[in-house]
């Protein structure tokens, strides 16, 4: 059985950082696409960054772009996203998520383009 975990969140003031982790188990993610998501109260979840496991490419959406990085670890079998310069509005519920079936966009940022997905970790950004 597939499992991502999620863990790494926690509160942090406005203009510090977080890394969080998501450890994958259950199969092998080498040829998969990697994606972090993120929801926030009363709103719609949305993508945060991708990285192609076989390659280490990443993509950003732009609001994190140049202060989030994504990375993985193929021995730890686990992907992470450094998060730097946090601000009040990156408060969210963060997912980590797989897109094993590699049927959609190159550079997927649909959350329907994943499959598996982790149960989230809270992220709080104080002002």
């Known amino acids: 059985q597939v499992q991502l975990v999620e863990s790494g969140g926690g509160l942090v003031q406005a203009g510090g950082s977080l890394r969080l982790s998501c450890a994958a188990s259950?199969?092998?993610?080498?040829?998969?696409?990697m994606g972090w998501f993120r929801q926030a109260p009363g709103k719609e979840r949305e993508f945060v960054a991708g990285i192609r496991w076989s390659t280490g490419s990443t993509w950003y959406a732009d609001s994190v772009k140049g202060r989030f990085t994504s990375s993985r670890d193929n021995a730890e079998n686990a992907v992470y996203l450094q998060m730097n310069s946090l601000k009040p509005e990156d408060t969210a519920v963060y997912y980590c998520?797989?897109?094993?079936?590699?049927?959609?966009?190159?550079?997927?940022?649909?959350?329907?383009?994943?499959?598996?997905w982790g149960q989230g970790t809270q992220v709080t950004v104080s002002s």
């Open positions: 998520a797989a897109d094993t079936l590699l049927r959609g966009s190159i550079w997927p940022r649909d959350d329907s383009e994943f499959d598996y």
């Open positions: 259950g199969r092998t993610f080498r040829k998969n696409n």
